[in-house]
């Protein structure tokens, strides 16, 4: 822009010159020549003067002009420099607020990652994560989810605190028990699985097929059943639901029936226990003995739970009394529950017996309407 203002005032000042040359020697030549009047002289004179007052005045517009169109190139260069500021100032905000969403995204997925889940949870929660690890969103928390949790966590070093144990799949419900009417006893309140939350045994009579049941049933637990042993027709004959117990210390009911009659001062019981998604009977091995309780004078029967070589046990004490002090022994059967019923330990006698908690151990703890000991009412 300055250039070609600069190259229009130049020229005006070549024209200008010019045409004061022409004046002198027009001048010079005129004078010379004696023929020429003094009149034309003057009106050429004057006619040269009037050009240069024009010319000169050409020349102050040309720079007024010139200073105008300078001032305005440098008030437009002054904008273009703000808005250039404007813009990379601009530029550096976008870049700003990018990296302050980014590290905002960071610390989201990072949380996502560190959060705490349960097993087979199902909620948006996972959804969520399932999209950030790459994994079918189903929003079901399971093994493949678990897999790919597990390995995002190890590639950042991240602690797996929140990563759930894996379990295995919940039990379906039994095939329902045949028609049958509840032997009348209050029912026991009991935790078979150990999930914390209750349930309820019953023992139950088929009087067509002349059946006892056993039947365990909670909010999404079962129901679960399980055919007692045959000891003759109701109601003469009866397996009534007696208590629970945690003989394992392990935080899983088992549910004690009892036969009547058994005996004129004892009681005899069958324990249940659930397992493998069923519920099932723990006999004692190698008989179809029950547990006893109660006796004579001179004969009698302890259960007992006490601990052999630091295991939880349970101990089937006869105690027959002599005719004589001394004469009379003591025997316990050891057995320790397992998954599949009662193992045999050990056998206890008058000469190997230690009293662990008063006169033939100590008494296994027990309950019927009150919710197991680790479940909080």
Known sequence: ????????????????????AVGL??????GSESTRTDELLSEQLAETQEQIEDLQQTIQDLQQNTENQSAEVEESQDETVLEEEQIENSDEQVEDSQDESEVDQIMREE???LKSY???????????????????????????????HLTALEEKGFPAGGVPDEEPP??????????SEAI???SIVLDMDGDGNTESGQTYYNWDLEVFYAHVSGSGFGPYWVELDDIGVAPANQWKASFGTDVNADNRSEFWVRQIPFGASTVGYRVLIFEDCELKIAYIPDSNELFIDGGTVGTSWRIACEVEDGAPVIVQYEIVVGAVEGEGSLTGMVYQLSS???TFVTV???????DPGGPYGTDCESWIHDPPPWIES
Not at 170 to 179: N, T
Not at 348 to 354: A, D, G, I, P
């Open 1 to 20: 822009m300055k250039k070609k203002i600069y190259k229009r005032n130049r020229l005006t000042h070549i024209k200008i010159g010019s045409l004061i």
């Open 25 to 30: 020697l027009f001048t010079v030549s005129c």
């Open 111 to 113: 949380m996502m990652l």
């Open 118 to 148: 349960l097993w087979l949870e199902n909620s948006e929660e996972v959804e969520e994560l399932q999209k950030l690890l790459g994994v079918e969103a189903d929003g079901w928390y399971g093994a493949v989810t678990r897999e790919a």
């Open 170 to 179: 919940p039990c379906p419900p039994q095939d329902p028990m045949p028609d």
């Open 184 to 186: 009348p006893m209050a």
């Open 340 to 342: 599949t019923g009662f």
């Open 348 to 354: 206890r006698n008058l000469e190997t017996f230690e």
